[in-house]
Structure formats: structure tokens, C-alpha cells
């Protein structure tokens, strides 16, 4: 689903990589916990995914495709199955709960038929049925949130790329959150996040990839925030690390 | 669906940007409005020339017994130096130049003079020997004076041999350095007017932003993203290349075939509104090419991949 061949990838006037020789594979149907302290490369690694960045070394395999030989123009066709959310929501203000959602529809052109039908299903399995017509300012923050998955899942991408989406969440909220992303997951979709949540992450017991100034120094099966196991303090690939 | 939703964001587009939009046109307008009067005089200065250059003649003068210049020495030409001359005239190697001579006579000289100058202060006092005798002559090709010129002027009893058109090339230098400066205005205009586009469409990106964001982040095609801001941009320009075509027209129905054409006497020699017709297609689409283009590189920069 995706993979990592030693990818290393550097900012331009940065000495030190934001990814250092990574590699890793996810696989289709997985919840995968990025951990990690702030500047370790959680992000660098979901901008990568989404090719928002070039790596500077190494390959990078999305959905079967390898981003290095992607065109531009086909871009925008891939991200249409990558589904994205944010710690800070990324609403547009000016447009309601269901318009923000159909407005994901309509950019890539579905018809007004699709997206009257697709629209509200997708808003009641986020738990957001009666609230199609407020704004976002209108509603909580893990309320905004769910209006966030539900238009990052609307058009059933095969992968949920999810950067801190409980960062600005209460603990309660988060756990919403939380069972909702697992919803998701059982349905098939991939789901890869990036926390700082440590109670999440040892309560789920998924997938947890560390990252610590660009290397994976752990990858475990059903791991916590912080590892019971010896830390694996190799290079590259150490996917062998498990409990 | 998809194509009312661009159209509906390149509305949203120009109304959160009214005051820009309206710059835009107004540069518009004027840019191309100086554009079409440089074509317009183009038009005229080779309608001019067609219409002058045929009607142009080279005057050959003769001496007359009151001219004391150059060969002449104040004694009126001789009929031997006429007649030397018109046969000069009709032989080779001057014969195949000339499409047509006529000989002008004091007398027929002086009547032109009174038609043209009658009104004038001190046309009584000018008499029929005063004026030179002269040939008239029609030239095949008006721009080969010179042959004339060279071979006539040192016969004995031609005063001086004068190409008419010189003073129609003063004319038309005139108006062709009228039209150049329209050109280098028009060019400066046009300069500021795709700057201005340019910076509007960015304006008008930047104000959306975060919607731009969303679109490239759910996939959104770059086709997609930008047609809605290269609308706005042809709009704005279309609207003013509009304008700037309405005031050819007017200019040309109003200054030039009312007014110039009233104190010419309906000189059939200017510009009419079927030149202008021709002008204003021009302008609209140098004014959609033009944004078009500027709006597509300004908002190039929001679709980085």
C-alpha cells in the first residue's frame, strides 16, 4: 500500500535530514501510530505520501504508483484517493457542514446526484446527521473535527492520512475521534496518524513507528506510546522490533 | 455542474474584488483604446497615400521674365526650350517613367491660383506673367521623382523641377510619428495593464487561499483550479477591450467623419466606420489574449505540486 526505500529527504539550508534513510511498509487495511517528538519527521513523512514533497533520496511507493515517476498533471488524480486531516481542521467558514463536505464532491466533479446521496450518509456515520446546515464556527471543536473526517472520507479513499487530529481536542473528544478512526479502518480503509497522544496510542494497541530526528528507532505490532520492549537503536529498517 | 461551479467562483472572484476589477478595465480601455488609434492612423496614412500618391504630380517650372534665379537670369523660356523639354519629356529614357504630361500656360496658372487663393490678402496683386509657365506630369510610379528631377533641372530654361509628394511626405511623417507614439503609449498601457491583471488574479488567489488549499489537498485538477481565476482575468479585460472598441467607434463616427469630415469637405480620404468594425475584433482579442496570459502565469504559482 505504501512504501519506503531508504528515503532520505532534506530542506534546503538544513544540514540535518527531516528523514533520514527511512524505510518502511504499510499494509493495506492497517492502523499505524506515528510517534514522535516534535521536528522528528512525522510530517515531512505524511507530506511525502501525499506528494506534497520530493524525497531526496530513495523511492516511494503509494497505492502501487512510484511518486518519483508521477507527472504533475496526475497529481490531483492521486491525492483523490488519499483522504487528509489536520490538528487544526481546515475548514472554509464561510460555507456549511454539508457544503464543506460536497465541496471536496464537486471539485473533482462528481454530479448533484452523488453528492446529495453521498453527503449526508457520510455526516451520519460521523455522527453529524442533524448539523448539515451550521457553519463551522457553529459547532465544537471535535464536532469541526468529525466535519474534517468526514470530508477527508467522502470519496472512500483507500488511505486516511490523519497529522495530530486530537491535538486540539479535549480527552473525551479525543476518544470520539478516536472510535471513529477505528470505524473507518474497519472498513478497509488505511489509516496512518501522527500523535502526540500517548493515552490513545496505549489504549489502541496498534501498529507504532517511532521516529526520532528522522530514523524509525522502533516498529512495533501492538506497541504503546513509550515501548516495553528494548528500543531497536538501529538505522533503516527495524521492523524486526516487535514485543 | 462543474462548469457552473467555475463560473460561480469566477463571479465570487470579481465581486470580493470590485475595486481591482474596475482598474483593470479602466487600463484596459485606455491601453487599447490608444492601440486602436495607432491602427486607425495606419490606416489612414495607407489610405492617404493611395488616394495622394495617384493625384501627386512632379511640376516642372519654367523660366519666367520676372525669375532670377538659378538658369534663368530673368528672360522668359523660349518656345525652342519648351519644346526641348517636352520632348525630353515624351522620349526615352524618361518616357516609360511618365504615365501623363499637360502643359500649364501663365494663363491657366493663374486661374488655379485665383480658384485656390482668391480670398487670400494680396492675391490682386499677383498678374499672369508671375506665374511660371510649367509641365504637369503624372508619374508611373510616384516614388521615382528623382529621375525627373536629375534629368530636367540643368536644361536650359527649367527654373526648377518640384516633387509635390515631398509635401505629402511631411504630411504623412507626421502622422506616422503620431501613430509610433500612440504604438509606445499603447505599449506602456499594455505593460501596466498585465501587471495589474496579474497582480489582481494573485490578490484575488491569495484572498482564497485557503480554499485553493483544500481543492489541491482533496485533488482538485489544476484545470479546475485555475479556469475560474482566467475567467476573471478575461472578464475584467474583455469588458474594457469592449469599452476601448465603443470609443474607436465614436471616435471615428464623431471626430472623424463628423467633424474632420465636415471641415474637409467629405474628403473621401478618411477613415470610416468599416475600418473601425476591423479595429475592434483586433482589440478584444488582444485584451482576452493578453489576460488570459497574465492571469494563467499569476496563479501558475498557487498550483506547484
Same mark, same amino acid.
Given at each position: 500500500?505504501?512504501?519506503?526505500?531508504?528515503?532520505?529527504?532534506?530542506?534546503?539550508?538544513?544540514?540535518?535530514?527531516?528523514?533520514?534513510?527511512?524505510?518502511?511498509?504499510?499494509?493495506?487495511?492497517?492502523?499505524?501510530?506515528?510517534?514522535?517528538?516534535?521536528?522528528?519527521?512525522?510530517?515531512?513523512?505524511?507530506?511525502?505520501?501525499?506528494?506534497?514533497?520530493?524525497?531526496?533520496?530513495?523511492?516511494?511507493?503509494?497505492?502501487?504508483?512510484?511518486?518519483?515517476?508521477?507527472?504533475?498533471?496526475?497529481?490531483?488524480?492521486?491525492?483523490?484517493?488519499?483522504?487528509?486531516?489536520?490538528?487544526?481542521?481546515?475548514?472554509?467558514?464561510?460555507?456549511?457542514?454539508?457544503?464543506?463536505?460536497?465541496?471536496?464532491?464537486?471539485? =473533482?466533479?462528481?454530479?448533484?446526484?452523488?453528492?446529495?446521496?453521498?453527503?449526508?450518509?457520510?455526516?451520519?456515520?460521523?455522527? +453529524?446527521?442533524?448539523?448539515?446546515?451550521?457553519?463551522?464556527?457553529?459547532?465544537?471543536?471535535?464536532?469541526?473535527?468529525?466535519?474534517?473526517?468526514?470530508?477527508?472520507?467522502?470519496?472512500?479513499?483507500?488511505?486516511?492520512?490523519?497529522?495530530?487530529?486530537?491535538?486540539?481536542?479535549?480527552?473525551?473528544?479525543?476518544?470520539?475521534?478516536?472510535?471513529?478512526?477505528?470505524?473507518?479502518?474497519?472498513?478497509?480503509?488505511?489509516?496512518?496518524?501522527?500523535?502526540?497522544? #500517548?493515552?490513545?496510542?496505549?489504549?489502541?494497541?496498534?501498529?507504532?513507528?517511532?521516529?526520532?530526528?528522522?530514523?524509525?528507532?522502533?516498529?512495533?505490532?501492538?506497541?504503546?506510546?513509550?515501548?516495553?520492549?528494548?528500543?531497536?537503536?538501529?538505522?533503516?529498517?527495524?521492523?524486526?522490533?516487535?514485543? | 455542474?462543474?462548469?457552473?461551479?467555475?463560473?460561480?467562483?469566477?463571479?465570487?472572484?470579481?465581486?470580493?474584488?470590485?475595486?481591482?476589477?474596475?482598474?483593470?478595465?479602466?487600463?484596459?480601455?485606455?491601453?487599447?483604446?490608444?492601440?486602436?488609434?495607432?491602427?486607425?492612423?495606419?490606416?489612414?496614412?495607407?489610405?492617404?497615400?493611395?488616394?495622394?500618391?495617384?493625384?501627386?504630380?512632379?511640376?516642372?517650372?519654367?523660366?519666367?521674365?520676372?525669375?532670377?534665379? #538659378?538658369?534663368?537670369?530673368?528672360?522668359?523660356?523660349?518656345?525652342?526650350?519648351?519644346?526641348?523639354?517636352? &520632348?525630353?519629356?515624351?522620349?526615352?529614357?524618361? &518616357?516609360?517613367?511618365?504615365?501623363?504630361?499637360?502643359?500649364?500656360?501663365?494663363?491657366?496658372?493663374?486661374?488655379?491660383?485665383?480658384?485656390?487663393?482668391?480670398?487670400?490678402?494680396?492675391?490682386?496683386?499677383?498678374?499672369?506673367?508671375?506665374?511660371?509657365?510649367?509641365?504637369?506630369?503624372?508619374?508611373?510610379?510616384?516614388?521615382?521623382?528623382?529621375?525627373?528631377?536629375?534629368?530636367?533641372?540643368?536644361?536650359?530654361?527649367?527654373?526648377?523641377?518640384?516633387?509635390?509628394?515631398?509635401?505629402?511626405?511631411?504630411?504623412?511623417?507626421?502622422?506616422?510619428?503620431?501613430?509610433?507614439?500612440?504604438?509606445?503609449?499603447? #505599449?506602456?498601457?499594455?505593460?501596466?495593464?498585465?501587471?495589474?491583471?496579474?497582480?489582481?488574479?494573485?490578490?484575488?488567489?491569495?484572498?482564497?487561499?485557503?480554499? +485553493?488549499?483544500?481543492?489541491?489537498?482533496?485533488?482538485?485538477?489544476?484545470?479546475?483550479?485555475?479556469?475560474?481565476?482566467?475567467?476573471?482575468?478575461?472578464?475584467?479585460?474583455?469588458?474594457?477591450?469592449?469599452?476601448?472598441?465603443?470609443?474607436?467607434?465614436? =471616435?471615428?463616427?464623431?471626430?472623424?467623419?463628423?467633424?474632420?469630415?465636415?471641415?474637409?469637405?467629405?474628403?473621401?480620404?478618411?477613415?470610416?466606420?468599416?475600418?473601425?468594425?476591423?479595429?475592434?475584433?483586433?482589440?478584444?482579442?488582444?485584451?482576452?489574449?493578453?489576460?488570459?496570459?497574465?492571469?494563467?502565469?499569476?496563479?501558475?504559482?498557487?498550483?506547484?505540486?
Amino acid at each position: 500500500m505504501i512504501r519506503f526505500d531508504s528515503v532520505s529527504k532534506y530542506y534546503s539550508g538544513n544540514t540535518r535530514p527531516a528523514l533520514n534513510s527511512v524505510s518502511l511498509e504499510v499494509l493495506k487495511g492497517e492502523f499505524v501510530f506515528l510517534v514522535g517528538a516534535s521536528g522528528s519527521g512525522k510530517s515531512s513523512f505524511l507530506r511525502l505520501v501525499l506528494k506534497e514533497e520530493k524525497p531526496t533520496k530513495g523511492a516511494i511507493h503509494v497505492l502501487g504508483q512510484d511518486l518519483a515517476r508521477m507527472s504533475n498533471r496526475k497529481v490531483p488524480y492521486f491525492r483523490r484517493n488519499l483522504g487528509v486531516v489536520f490538528q487544526d481542521f481546515r475548514l472554509l467558514p464561510q460555507k456549511t457542514v454539508f457544503d464543506n463536505v460536497a465541496f471536496t464532491l464537486q471539485v =473533482i466533479g462528481k454530479s448533484k446526484g452523488f453528492i446529495q446521496e453521498a453527503v449526508p450518509d457520510v455526516l451520519k456515520m460521523v455522527g +453529524l446527521a442533524g448539523k448539515s446546515g451550521r457553519l463551522p464556527h457553529e459547532l465544537s471543536g471535535g464536532e469541526q473535527q468529525r466535519v474534517a473526517i468526514a470530508r477527508a472520507i467522502v470519496n472512500k479513499p483507500a488511505v486516511l492520512l490523519a497529522d495530530e487530529p486530537t491535538g486540539n481536542l479535549d480527552p473525551a473528544t479525543s476518544a470520539g475521534i478516536m472510535t471513529l478512526l477505528e470505524r473507518i479502518n474497519l472498513n478497509g480503509t488505511t489509516v496512518i496518524m501522527a500523535t502526540h497522544d #500517548a493515552g490513545i496510542v496505549d489504549q489502541m494497541q496498534r501498529r507504532v513507528i517511532e521516529l526520532t530526528s528522522g530514523q524509525i528507532i522502533r516498529d512495533e505490532r501492538r506497541g504503546g506510546y513509550q515501548t516495553q520492549a528494548i528500543p531497536v537503536q538501529g538505522f533503516g529498517l527495524a521492523g524486526g522490533a516487535s514485543v | 455542474m462543474r462548469l457552473g461551479l467555475v463560473l460561480g467562483e469566477a463571479g465570487n472572484g470579481l465581486r470580493r474584488n470590485v475595486s481591482m476589477v474596475i482598474s483593470v478595465i479602466l487600463v484596459t480601455f485606455i491601453s487599447l483604446t490608444f492601440v486602436g488609434a495607432a491602427i486607425l492612423l495606419q490606416f489612414q496614412i495607407t489610405q492617404m497615400k493611395g488616394y495622394w500618391y495617384d493625384r501627386a504630380q512632379v511640376a516642372v517650372f519654367l523660366c519666367s521674365s520676372t525669375d532670377n534665379t #538659378a538658369n534663368c537670369d530673368g528672360v522668359e523660356a523660349t518656345q525652342d526650350q519648351i519644346d526641348q523639354v517636352q &520632348a525630353a519629356l515624351e522620349t526615352e529614357p524618361l &518616357a516609360p517613367f511618365i504615365k501623363k504630361v499637360a502643359f500649364e500656360t501663365h494663363d491657366q496658372a493663374y486661374r488655379n491660383y485665383q480658384d485656390q487663393f482668391g480670398d487670400s490678402a494680396g492675391a490682386d496683386f499677383v498678374t499672369p506673367d508671375l506665374l511660371p509657365q510649367s509641365f504637369r506630369v503624372n508619374l508611373v510610379d510616384p516614388q521615382q521623382a528623382a529621375v525627373l528631377t536629375e534629368s530636367l533641372s540643368g536644361l536650359a530654361g527649367v527654373e526648377s523641377v518640384v516633387d509635390q509628394k515631398q509635401y505629402l511626405d511631411q504630411i504623412f511623417a507626421v502622422l506616422n510619428t503620431a501613430s509610433i507614439t500612440a504604438v509606445g503609449l499603447a #505599449a506602456l498601457m499594455l505593460i501596466a495593464a498585465v501587471l495589474l491583471i496579474a497582480t489582481t488574479i494573485r490578490l484575488s488567489a491569495f484572498s482564497r487561499r485557503k480554499e +485553493l488549499g483544500i481543492m489541491r489537498l482533496v485533488g482538485a485538477s489544476n484545470r479546475f483550479i485555475q479556469t475560474p481565476f482566467i475567467l476573471e482575468g478575461v472578464f475584467a479585460a474583455l469588458i474594457g477591450s469592449l469599452l476601448a472598441g465603443g470609443a474607436i467607434v465614436a =471616435i471615428v463616427q464623431i471626430f472623424v467623419q463628423g467633424f474632420l469630415g465636415d471641415s474637409l469637405n467629405g474628403a473621401g480620404t478618411l477613415v470610416g466606420l468599416n475600418d473601425a468594425l476591423v479595429v475592434v475584433p483586433i482589440l478584444v482579442v488582444i485584451g482576452g489574449v493578453l489576460a488570459a496570459a497574465s492571469a494563467g502565469f499569476a496563479i501558475n504559482r498557487y498550483l506547484k505540486v
